[in-house]
């Protein structure tokens, strides 16, 4: 399932994820039908290769989108896939590399559109904290470094601000 997994299925049978199983056979035949290679005749072999690659993909979706169960674990996979999916991150910025905003208690970068990318140090503490418990959990000790998705306060670009994970701690206080 796995080279199914990186194709939409559903898409293959001209179908959505919400068709009922019936559904998803009258598509299924409807194609079959279509890209059958018996019914292919005297066609040129680069048509008839082409159709017969289709058939099989379409005989694949739906192997795996008949069955109840295994319906049921692609569309988990997919789903997982979806929640996976990060941000788009433009690029890396290091927190060493941020000016440090006294009056704003944030690190700063200034981002191609003359906006910012603001990040506080709350939020630094908080995912390195956060970051140290999962550590200890699994109890690795790996030098690891940790970061944030920071969006533009100006565009839609992000960065991933990130930082080593043991890092020392700076003396920055806010007034």
Same mark, same amino acid.
């Given at each position: 399932?796995? =080279?199914?997994?990186?194709? &939409?299925? $559903?898409?293959?049978?001209?179908?959505?994820?919400? =068709?009922?199983?019936?559904?998803?056979?009258? %598509? $299924?035949?409807?194609?079959?039908?279509? $890209?059958?290679? &018996? *019914?292919?005749?005297? !066609?040129?072999?680069?048509?008839?290769?082409?159709?017969?690659?289709?058939?099989?993909?379409?005989?694949?979706?739906? *192997?795996?989108?008949?069955?109840?169960?295994?319906? *049921?674990?692609? +569309?988990?996979? @997919?789903?997982? %896939?979806?929640?996976?999916?990060?941000?788009?991150? &433009?690029?890396?910025?290091?927190?060493?590399?941020?000016?440090?905003?006294?009056? /704003? @208690? #944030?690190?700063?970068?200034?981002? %191609?559109?003359?906006?910012?990318?603001?990040?506080?140090?709350? /939020?630094?503490?908080? /995912?390195?904290? %956060? *970051?140290?418990? +999962? =550590?200890? /959990?699994?109890?690795? !000790?790996?030098?690891?470094?940790?970061?944030? #998705?920071?969006?533009?306060?100006? @565009?839609?670009?992000?960065? $991933?601000?990130?930082?080593?994970?043991?890092?020392?701690?700076?003396?920055?206080?806010?007034?």
């Amino acid at each position: 399932m796995c =080279d199914a997994a990186e194709k &939409d299925l $559903y898409a293959v049978l001209g179908a959505s994820s919400s =068709d009922s199983v019936q559904q998803l056979k009258h %598509r $299924y035949q409807q194609l079959a039908l279509q $890209y059958h290679p &018996d *019914r292919l005749g005297g !066609e040129s072999s680069s048509e008839t290769e082409s159709a017969v690659k289709k058939f099989l993909e379409i005989d694949a979706a739906w *192997r795996i989108l008949s069955d109840q169960n295994t319906r *049921r674990q692609y +569309d988990l996979q @997919c789903r997982a %896939r979806e929640l996976k999916q990060d941000w788009p991150v &433009d690029s890396t910025v290091y927190l060493e590399d941020m000016t440090w905003d006294q009056d /704003e @208690c #944030v690190y700063t970068h200034s981002c %191609r559109c003359g906006g910012g990318f603001n990040v506080s140090e709350e /939020e630094v503490e908080e /995912e390195t904290q %956060r *970051r140290q418990q +999962d =550590d200890e /959990e699994e109890e690795t !000790e790996e030098e690891e470094h940790r970061g944030v #998705v920071v969006c533009c306060d100006t @565009c839609s670009l992000s960065v $991933y601000v990130t930082w080593p994970l043991h890092r020392k701690a700076q003396m920055l206080k806010c007034q």
